[in-house]
């Protein structure tokens, strides 16, 4: 079993839709939270980063974690076709360091 | 800022052959990763440069090495490859890789197919 699962997709969505995607993990150490967006040809970007449990939000994106049940999600609101991307979840015990990624869930968002 | 740069971006070899890829990090940046992405495994954590020492290492074989030189650039080497090595393999830098919110920067990557 992976120390992080994330269903990679595709998740197809009109334009203007709430997205939601999710990560489970199984490492209690995790403490540090990422989600990068990578559009195709390209590195992945960093989108939220969150420490430990909460909520944090930014523009349309708001990222919640749950310790507790060791889960993660992003939401993106009011979604754009320009939003279409991989959306990969990355977490760590350490900050940026040896980060441990999902496999990325696939965005399609059609306009 | 110039972004962080890698290169070649594609490579095509064959098996049992060894091959070099290149990193330049943002400048000023001190701390280079390094990671191989599949279709099948995702992003893996191969290893991590800072100040021309390897700092922390992934589960991979020996086959797979890197460096860092005292301006930052940082090359990682594969030796006698195989059919699974092909991959995108990223290069990533941030300042001093160790703070909780010292961010990493991607770089496009090197595809590289083994026939």
């Known amino acids: 079993q992976k120390e992080v699962e994330q269903d990679p997709g595709p998740l197809s969505v009109p334009e203007g839709a709430i997205v939601s995607l999710n990560c489970t993990y199984s490492?209690?150490?995790?403490?540090?939270f990422m989600w990068y967006r990578q559009y195709s040809r390209k590195g992945p970007e960093l989108l939220m980063y969150?420490?430990?449990?909460g909520n944090k939000e930014d523009g349309r994106f708001t990222a919640q974690v749950d310790k507790s049940s060791k889960y993660i999600s992003l939401f993106i609101r009011d979604s754009q076709p320009s939003d279409s991307a991989t959306y990969l979840c990355a977490m760590s015990g350490t900050g940026f360091q040896k980060l441990v990624f999902g496999t990325g869930t696939r965005l399609l968002v059609s306009p | 800022k110039a972004g962080v740069t890698q290169t070649p971006r594609y490579l095509i070899k064959t098996r049992g052959q060894q091959v070099t890829l290149s990193c330049s990090p943002i400048?000023?940046?001190?701390?280079v990763s390094w990671y191989q992405q599949t279709p099948g495994q995702g992003l893996q954590f191969l290893f991590e440069y800072f100040s021309e020492t390897q700092r922390n290492k992934g589960n991979f074989p020996g086959r797979f090495s890197g460096r860092q030189f005292s301006n930052s650039r940082s090359e990682m080497n594969v030796s006698t490859l195989e059919l699974g090595d092909s991959a995108l393999y990223l290069c990533?830098?941030?300042?001093?890789?160790?703070?909780?919110?010292?961010?990493?920067?991607f770089g496009p990557g090197t595809r590289l197919t083994v026939l």
């Open positions: 490492n209690s150490a995790f403490q540090y």
């Open positions: 969150t420490y430990s449990s």
């Open positions: 990533a830098s941030s300042e001093y890789g160790r703070t909780s919110t010292d961010t990493q920067y």
């Open positions: 400048s000023g940046h001190r701390s």
